[in-house]
């Protein structure tokens, strides 16, 4: 079952994957879905894996998500814009490419056993992008939430730290 999480910048998103998944169980998983960028980006990524004790695994997966070893398993997959941005880069833009490899993954997820909850966000609600590549992948988040969330069992939208359920 997919749950998605969705929300704008530091709206409790990961927070709240990551508190039910351990409601979930005793050892859930952490996919991370981030390229190493370098700079304060890695500040980030530090600050995220001192959020997890170590009842959690984590796994690093850029692309292909569901050929980590989660079958069967509750994870937390964060996220989809770091996820689409891999696809993003890697097809130089192209949205139609990016996007249907992503349904693909999620098509994967959906057909899988176990419990994966995916945080996104919602950077279509913010200020418009002023560039024609931001433009471009603000579209191609938005219809990558929308599928998401049509394959999802449950959502939920967070806002200031609290969960609104959607679905």
Avoid at 19 to 32: G, H, I, M, N, R
Wanted: net charge neutral; charged share 25%; glycine share 8%.
């Amino acid at each position: 079952m997919i749950i998605l999480i969705t929300g704008g910048a530091r709206s409790g998103k990961s927070r709240y994957a990551q508190e039910l998944a351990l409601s979930l169980t005793d050892k859930p998983v952490y996919v991370a879905t981030a390229k190493k960028w370098g700079g304060d980006f890695d500040d980030r990524i530090r600050r995220h894996q001192s959020d997890r004790t170590e009842a959690w695994t984590t796994i690093e997966a850029e692309e292909a998500v569901s050929a980590a070893p989660i079958t069967g398993r509750v994870a937390v997959i964060d996220c989809i814009t770091l996820w689409l941005t891999n696809f993003f880069v890697k097809y130089k833009n192209d949205i139609d490419k990016s996007l249907a490899s992503f349904k693909t993954e999620i098509d994967t997820l959906h057909a899988m056993s176990g419990t994966f909850i995916i945080v996104t966000n919602e950077i279509g609600m913010g200020v418009h992008a002023e560039t024609e590549i931001g433009r471009k992948f603000t579209d191609l988040q938005g219809w990558a939430n929308q599928y998401t969330a049509a394959k999802a069992g449950k959502a939920i939208f967070m806002v200031s730290g609290l969960p609104l359920t959607l679905k």
